[in-house]
């Protein structure tokens, strides 16, 4: 019964080499998160969509790009992929943006740049 | 952003009541009191949360004090599957569009449960 779903697992890129990752939910909530969680590091915010509009975190590198085609689905698409960019990719969701409302995570995508 | 503080890590008898401290001395009224935590390997997972009153669900509960500038995660009996790292976060109401609802996370508390 999975309700969050991160696509693939692990992923494997070359330096410079663009890479998506995917995400989709069955629950049809409003808003999708993508996080940044780096070995033994707390997960970090990058943006979120609440239904089709976008907002980026403020210190989020423009190397990172999102889009949300329908509810379903959510991709981050990293431009040209550093080694400093390898880290587990969190996808979450949330009914809504208010405090009152719990976020609902995937399980990751586990990124590595050689 | 209101922050959290909280101990680094935390050890635990399995079978045994676990309390995990959370101080936000900065708290403000709109400001939503969540727990989540993270197993190795896996994705946060959503424990509780709450505003004023204390909570109880299926996996824990929330007590908050009167202040609100703590509260206390409880497992009433852990087990080795609670080991996890335990993250306690502020979730603002917000506006439409803006940041103030997002999780920020906190560096948490580390559980370790002994059989």
């Known amino acids: 019964d999975a309700m969050v779903i991160q696509n693939p697992r692990y992923q494997v890129t070359q330096f410079g080499k663009p890479v998506t990752l995917s995400c989709s939910q069955t629950l049809n909530h409003n808003v999708m998160y993508w996080y940044q969680q780096k070995s033994s590091q707390a997960p970090k915010l990058l943006f979120h969509y609440y239904d089709k509009d976008f907002n980026n975190e403020a210190d989020t590198p423009d190397n990172f790009q999102s889009r949300r085609p329908n509810t379903s689905f959510c991709f981050l698409d990293i431009r040209s992929p550093g080694l400093g960019d390898a880290a587990m990719y969190l996808c979450?969701?949330?009914?809504?943006?208010?405090?009152?409302?719990?976020?609902?995570f995937g399980p990751g995508t586990r990124l590595t740049v050689t | 952003d209101a922050k959290t503080t909280q101990p680094n890590s935390m050890e635990s008898n399995e079978e045994e009541p676990v309390h995990l401290p959370c101080n936000h001395s900065t708290i403000s009224g709109t400001d939503y009191i969540h727990w989540y935590r993270q197993l190795p390997s896996q994705g946060p997972e959503y424990v509780i949360h709450g505003l004023t009153s204390n909570v109880n669900n299926r996996m824990a509960s929330l007590a908050i004090a009167e202040d609100r500038k703590s509260s206390t995660l409880i497992l009433h009996r852990a087990t080795l599957r609670d080991a996890a790292v335990y993250y306690c976060i502020l979730r603002a109401l917000m506006n439409y569009g803006g940041s103030q609802g997002n999780l920020i996370f906190g560096k948490g508390t580390k559980l370790s449960v002994k059989p």
């Open positions: 979450a969701t949330s009914r809504d943006l208010a405090g009152a409302y719990e976020q609902y």
